[in-house]
C-alpha cells in the first residue's frame, strides 16, 4: 500500500517510529486465525481500530489514550495483516461513544468484565489480612492488588482501588485494636480513657 503525502505527513507529525523489531511484531502483534475470525465481523472502516485495540490491550493491559500512544510499526504491521487501507485510522476519534463501545467490545472478547464493589472488597480484604504484622507499605499493597485485579480478568472501571483498599486496612487496624483494648485491666482502659479525652479537650481549647 502506498501513502499520499499528507498521511506520511500526519503520520510523522503524530506516530512513534522504531520501537520494534521485526522479531518482536511478528510475536505480540500476529493475528490469529481466530482473531481474523473476530474482526471479519466489522466493517472495513472498524476493522483496523479493532484490531488495533485488540492487539494493544492484548501486549499492555489497557487501552491506547490516543492516535500517539500507537506506533507507526504496529499500524503498517496489523493493517498489511487485513489489507485495510491505514487511512481508516486517521479519522478515528477517540474518547468518543463510539470508542468506548469498541473497548467493550474488546474487553469482552478478551474475557474481561465489570468488577462488582463486592467483588473489589474481598480482594482487598484477603490482601490486607497480614497488614498489622507485614512489612507491606500502603504503596506495596495497593500494587498487589492492582496486580490481583488484572490477574482476575476485572475491569475496576469508576471504582477507586486505593480507597478500597484503605477502608479494608482501617477495619483490619480497628478491629486489632479493639482485641488489644479488650486485654487490657479496666483500671487502665479508663486511665486511657480520661487522658485521651483530656488530650482532646486541650486541643480544642488550643484552636479556640
Given amino acids: 500500500m502506498t501513502d499520499t503525502g499528507d498521511y506520511r505527513n500526519f503520520m510523522k507529525n503524530t506516530l512513534l517510529f522504531n520501537r520494534w523489531s521485526e522479531s518482536e511484531l511478528y510475536e505480540y502483534f500476529t493475528i490469529?486465525?481466530?482473531?481474523?475470525?473476530?474482526?471479519?465481523?466489522?466493517?472495513?472502516?472498524?476493522?483496523?481500530?479493532?484490531?488495533?485495540?485488540?492487539?494493544?490491550?492484548?501486549?499492555?493491559?489497557?487501552?491506547?489514550?490516543?492516535?500517539?500512544?500507537?506506533?507507526?510499526?504496529?499500524?503498517d504491521f496489523l493493517s498489511n495483516q487485513i489489507d485495510v487501507s491505514r487511512d481508516t485510522f486517521k479519522s478515528y476519534l477517540f474518547n468518543t461513544r463510539t470508542h468506548r463501545r469498541h473497548c467493550e467490545v474488546i474487553h469482552a472478547y478478551c474475557g474481561y468484565y465489570n468488577a462488582t464493589y463486592r467483588q473489589l472488597s474481598d480482594i482487598a480484604m484477603e490482601l490486607s489480612k497480614g497488614w498489622i504484622t507485614s512489612f507491606d507499605t500502603e504503596m506495596s499493597l495497593l500494587d498487589k492488588f492492582e496486580k490481583e485485579v488484572s490477574c482476575k480478568n476485572l475491569i475496576v472501571g469508576s471504582h477507586h482501588l486505593s480507597e478500597i483498599l484503605k477502608k479494608e486496612i482501617k477495619k483490619k487496624e480497628d478491629d486489632y485494636f479493639k482485641k488489644m483494648h479488650s486485654k487490657l485491666p479496666?483500671?487502665?482502659?479508663?486511665?486511657?480513657?480520661?487522658?485521651?479525652?483530656?488530650?482532646?479537650?486541650?486541643?480544642n481549647e488550643e484552636n479556640k
Avoid at 191 to 199: M, Q, R
Wanted: aromatic share 8%; hydrophobic share 35%.
Fill in 32 to 75: 490469529s486465525k481466530a482473531e481474523h475470525s473476530f474482526l471479519s465481523k466489522a466493517n472495513d472502516n472498524n476493522k483496523l481500530v479493532l484490531a488495533v485495540l485488540l492487539k494493544y490491550f492484548q501486549h499492555h493491559k489497557t487501552f491506547p489514550e490516543s492516535k500517539q500512544s500507537i506506533d507507526i510499526e504496529i499500524l
Fill in 186 to 203: 479496666k483500671s487502665l482502659c479508663h486511665e486511657l480513657g480520661c487522658w485521651i479525652n483530656k488530650s482532646d479537650n486541650d486541643e
